[in-house]
């Protein structure tokens, strides 16, 4: 936006496909109106581009919604049953709907405020004061505020102004798909929608037998949630407010068939952020921890279960706590009389059958006789089940049969069933009808829920930037120190992606703390792989006083590292038989003591009696990285490779466990691990190193020799084993020696999908291998972030490969970056099947203009029209650009663009192979292409035209073409529409042109006799080919010698 206009000239609306930030306004149009009057700008409106979705066909991604489908079949029978529906609404309940939608109609139109603003107050016909207030916000960056004021304009000018915004929304329906969800769901609604909304609203009266155990159940729950604990053996208990450190994450409205998050360490970063933001404006919409029920996001506004997933540490259990206390304390809910939270791991605890009644008065003894006037007022009921995954018996929701008999059914509070029948029963409203329930759970765990009856599914994805440094100031308390560690963090993509999740944030702020104050005054270095900062959170365990439960002895080097065996050993026990909680009885087995044993690593449980502890350790991959440790310090080295080997063979369960063994060989871990545990074992060190450099050596041959994925991604791990190394003599000897490293291939299932993380780690280890010239990602997934994670090192290749990557437009201005460098290397660049549209054409054209280097471009199966070549010429005219291949295939380009494509011909000297197939060229492209080829100085070798509706009108002009052009050598006129007039021309040129070597003409529609006449031709001289017919073995070419 202009930011020195403040009205709307339409008549420099020269482009209707430019988006609101880019239109031009002038002052001109509103002075001295009073109100908005732009009838003539509404119908360009609806056309101008200012949408949710780009001019270019939206991409598909990891979080891509096919939106252009269901445009499709938007059509005027939908918005007439929208505008009746809301027709029938009184103006009082319209308010009300309106309200009950607010805050996601204000997240809707955000990121177009000033455009959807000036549609709405147009129709509403309010002064244009509004509009400028709503335009200088937009400005200041305040979008959220200028969305809340247009709102708060419409709803105070009265019932006549909400009508007529509702009017406009049906008009941008087609364009918004979040609004378009909402005006649907209130089709569909219809006029039940009122009451429901007003349902949702009201809070249910609490019984007079029930006041004082209210009272008394919200004191119970807020003393056993106002904190968060930090557990360490040994009986400490770290207590700290959960108000000072909770950090609320992203959460979104899920699709059953789609999560966006995923489950280790192993694949952090696919959830990058730019995705996410992305995702989150255009389809996902983000739900508040206080708007899972009674609100317009769940199918009905009243009652019903809503599961909540994430992976592992996301904070499901922490939202949990934080849902729990502020309704407690009176902020959160306050429909809901009573909240009742259970663990599914304490339920799976329970022998035999049970009740509903007994689980209450189990875990909240206080109700007592009372408790059956609970079930007078199921709606006031919220029951939380917490962590699914950690529940042993199965859930069926699909055996009708079985769930139909007496004894799988609770029809009642007192009825004594199986839990997991209970649990089924509360889920799908067989029970307590009325009651709400909160189901959190890993995705592991989803495909169980697929059947039941959900009223909404929704998913945290963890940590924006924004919440990453809100977690740091709060961890730190200490301003710059907080600065500096996001800083760090923002440094290094490994462990920025890493910090989604609240419980790898601890981990990293834990093990950043200590440096970052000892740096105020030294020039310490900070861990930067992840090795490294597991390493130091050990160290630190056993150096920061507040988590060391010897603070009144000091340790010695061999006491911890017996105690970092002991534990490890029995870590590495359970990564082989996929255990994470520990008795006592297994602590004892491995020489551990409860009490005064083990430092802060492991946390301690208790089960439902609490009499029975159980023990974990903080993190699943601090369980691995002690496993990998513990095995680092006690394996012989003779026996290393054997052990490593078998690791390997045994996939994904061990992944993160190797590269943590391959990790603790780097100089910089084994020096801060010496610190406590005395010095690391050298012999074990090289002989790991010489593991490494064996399996890199083989895969690199592997990727070249065996076209399987699955020695991609072994190769793929091989990178991660050199980046936590950190050994770049080492990278060199093997990446950097063979010259071409291929994670990518031509057929999209032998080729890996890199996560962002991935592409992090690839940059990292080939930015010391500069001997690497060929870099083959083809139809590798890799999306914006990952090409902006790939950046810095791309211009270092003279072959790059990037074929079938979604790139946007944002990965191509990184990519037309790269061209622009002055120490650009690239000389092939291949970008086949990205969807790149014509302003993709242009980005990349400004890198073209400036680069010496590239000589081969390939654009084929992408967007570009005419448009898009118009951009490619301007570049291939100037002076530094020396492209020699250039292939357009199937790029939507039509015949009269091909004028200004003759012109490069003429001008640029270097373009010798060109490749149109696929495209419109017809009969008119066909006639300029023939014309420029008649030019005495045309460098044109290889022309290829098959499949552009090429007939025989202008098949003459190829006669045209000089005896002395000595440049051109080949021809594709495949698959087109020429005849038997057509061969008159061709044998012209066959003949005379004693250069050409080859002509393609299969799939035409000679006649018999014609096809055998060109066919004879292959005999006019040596080493002519004239292809005619097509056979699976010849492919149509006769060779004569």
């Not at 007022?377 to 929701?397: A, T």
């Not at 006129?973 to 003949?991: E, K, M, V, W």
């Amino acid at each position: 936006m202009n930011t020195a206009n403040t009205g709307v000239n339409v008549n420099q609306m020269d482009n209707r496909e430019d988006s609101f930030e880019n239109m031009e306004l002038e002052s001109a149009s509103m002075q001295g109106t009073g109100t908005l009057d732009f009838g003539a700008w509404l119908p360009q409106l609806a056309d101008s581009g200012d949408t949710d979705v780009p001019v270019k066909k939206a991409k598909k991604s990891t979080f891509s919604f096919p939106w252009p489908d269901v445009l499709e079949q938007t059509d005027r029978g939908n918005s007439a049953a929208v505008r009746e529906t809301l027709r029938g609404y009184t103006d009082t309940q319209l308010r009300k709907v309106t309200e009950f939608y607010r805050q996601r109609i204000e997240e809707v139109i955000e990121g177009r405020v000033e455009g959807v603003s000036l549609m709405i107050l147009s129709e509403v016909k309010s002064n244009d004061r509004c509009y400028k207030e709503i335009q200088q916000l937009a400005r200041d960056g305040r979008q959220r505020e200028a969305s809340k004021l247009l709102l708060d304009t419409v709803m105070e000018t009265g019932a006549q102004a909400a009508r007529a915004m509702w009017e406009s929304f049906v008009k941008m329906m087609p364009n918004y798909p979040k609004l378009r969800k909402i005006l649907q769901e209130i089709e569909n609604k219809g006029a039940s929608l009122p009451m429901e909304v007003r349902q949702s609203q009201m809070e249910s009266r609490v019984s007079n037998y029930l006041k004082e155990i209210q009272v008394q159940h919200k004191k119970f729950l807020h003393e056993k949630s106002e904190n968060l604990l930090i557990n360490v053996i040994g009986g400490k208990k770290f207590k700290i407010p959960l108000k000072d450190q909770y950090t609320e994450q992203i959460i979104i409205v899920s699709d059953p068939d789609q999560n966006v998050s995923r489950l280790d360490l192993t694949v952090r970063g696919k959830r990058h952020e730019e995705g996410q933001r992305k995702m989150i404006k255009t389809h996902r919409e983000p739900v508040g921890i206080g708007q899972l029920f009674r609100s317009s996001f769940g199918k009905s506004s009243v009652s019903g279960t809503v599961v909540v997933s994430g992976p592992a540490g996301i904070g499901k259990t922490t939202m949990i706590q934080k849902i729990v206390c502020d309704w407690a304390d009176g902020k959160l809910y306050p429909q809901f009389q009573f909240v009742f939270l259970f663990r599914f791991r304490d339920l799976s605890n329970i022998k035999g059958r049970t009740s509903i009644k007994k689980l209450i008065l189990d875990s909240y003894p206080h109700f007592g006789n009372e408790i059956e006037h609970l079930w007078e007022d199921p709606q006031g009921l919220l029951f939380i089940l917490d962590s699914l995954e950690e529940f042993k018996e199965k859930i069926d929701f699909t055996n009708s049969k079985r769930n139909s008999l007496p004894e799988h059914q609770c029809f009642h509070p007192d009825c004594e069933c199986e839990v997991s029948d209970i649990v089924r029963c509360l889920i799908q409203q067989k029970v307590l009808k009325g009651c709400s329930v909160l189901v959190t759970t890993r995705q592991t765990e989803l495909e169980s829920l697929r059947e039941a009856e959900i009223n909404l599914r929704a998913e945290i994805v963890g940590f924006l930037k924004e919440q990453r440094k809100e977690y740091f100031q709060k961890y730190f308390g200490d301003q710059s120190l907080a600065e500096a560690a996001f800083t760090h963090l923002e440094q290094n993509d490994i462990l920025y992606s890493m910090c989604d999740n609240p419980s790898y944030c601890r981990i990293i702020c834990y093990s950043l703390a200590p440096g970052l104050r000892r740096m105020q005054g030294t020039q310490e270095t900070l861990p930067t792989t992840v090795t490294q900062i597991f390493a130091t959170y050990i160290s630190n365990i056993f150096k920061n006083h507040q988590f060391n439960i010897y603070k009144h002895h000091v340790l010695s080097p061999g006491q911890i590292r017996d105690l970092v065996i002991k534990a490890g050993e029995m870590a590495h026990m359970g990564i082989c038989d996929n255990i994470i909680h520990f008795n006592e009885k297994q602590l004892n087995n491995f020489g551990l003591e409860r009490s005064h044993t083990l430092p802060g690593f492991l946390i301690e449980n208790l089960d439902t009696d609490m009499s029975q502890p159980i023990f974990s350790f903080i993190h699943i991959i601090l369980q691995e990285f002690v496993a990998a440790l513990a095995k680092y310090l006690t394996v012989d080295p003779q026996n290393l490779t054997q052990l490593l080997d078998s690791a390997a063979e045994r996939g994904d369960r061990f992944r993160t466990f190797l590269r943590f063994m391959v990790g603790l060989a780097s100089s910089v871990s084994a020096r801060i691990l010496g610190e406590i545990l005395g010095p690391l074992p050298h012999q074990t060190i090289c002989r790991v190193i010489d593991w490494v450099k064996e399996q890199t050596e083989n895969n690199l041959s592997n990727t070249l020799n065996i076209q399987r994925k699955d020695t991609r991604s072994k190769l793929l791990e091989s990178l991660y084993y050199l980046s936590e190394l950190q050994n770049t003599g080492l990278m060199r000897n093997t990446v950097g020696s063979g010259g071409i490293l291929a994670l990518g291939h031509d057929f999209p299932y032998t080729a890996i999908r890199l996560t962002p993380m991935d592409c992090s780690v690839l940059a990292a280890v080939i930015s010391h291998c500069d001997e690497v010239l060929e870099l083959n990602l083809n139809n590798c997934c890799l999306g914006t972030e990952g090409i902006q994670r790939l950046a810095p090192v791309l211009h270092k290749r003279k072959w790059l490969r990037l074929r079938g990557n979604n790139l946007t437009e944002e990965g191509v201005k990184l990519l037309s970056a790269a061209l622009r460098r002055p120490d650009c290397k690239i000389q092939t660049l291949d970008l086949c099947s990205n969807g790149l549209s014509h302003t993709d054409a242009q980005q990349l054209a400004m890198g073209l203009t400036s680069n010496s280097s590239l000589t081969q471009l390939y654009l084929s199966k992408n967007k570009l029209g005419d448009a898009g070549v118009k951009y490619l010429c301007e570049a291939l005219n100037s002076w530094h650009c020396k492209i020699q291949t250039l292939e357009l295939c199937e790029n939507l380009i039509r015949g009269y663009i091909i004028d200004q494509l003759s012109s490069v011909l003429k001008n640029n000297q270097s373009l010798t192979n060109l490749n149109l197939n696929n495209n419109k060229l017809g009969d008119m492209g066909f006639k300029l292409l023939t014309n420029t080829l008649s030019q005495q100085n045309c460098p044109i070798q290889t022309l290829e035209l098959e499949g552009n509706e090429i007939s025989v009108i202008y098949t003459e002009e190829l006669t045209r073409i000089p005896f002395i052009n000595t440049s051109l050598t080949m021809v594709n006129l495949s698959n087109n529409l020429l005849t038997d007039q057509s061969i008159c021309a061709l044998q012209n040129l066959i003949q005379r042109h004693t250069y050409l070597r080859e002509i393609r003409l299969q799939r035409n529609k000679f006649s018999p006799h014609g096809s055998n006449y060109l066919q004879s031709l292959n005999n006019h001289r040596p080493g002519l080919c004239v292809g005619v017919y097509t056979t699976m073995f010849s492919k149509g070419f006769v060779k004569v010698t």
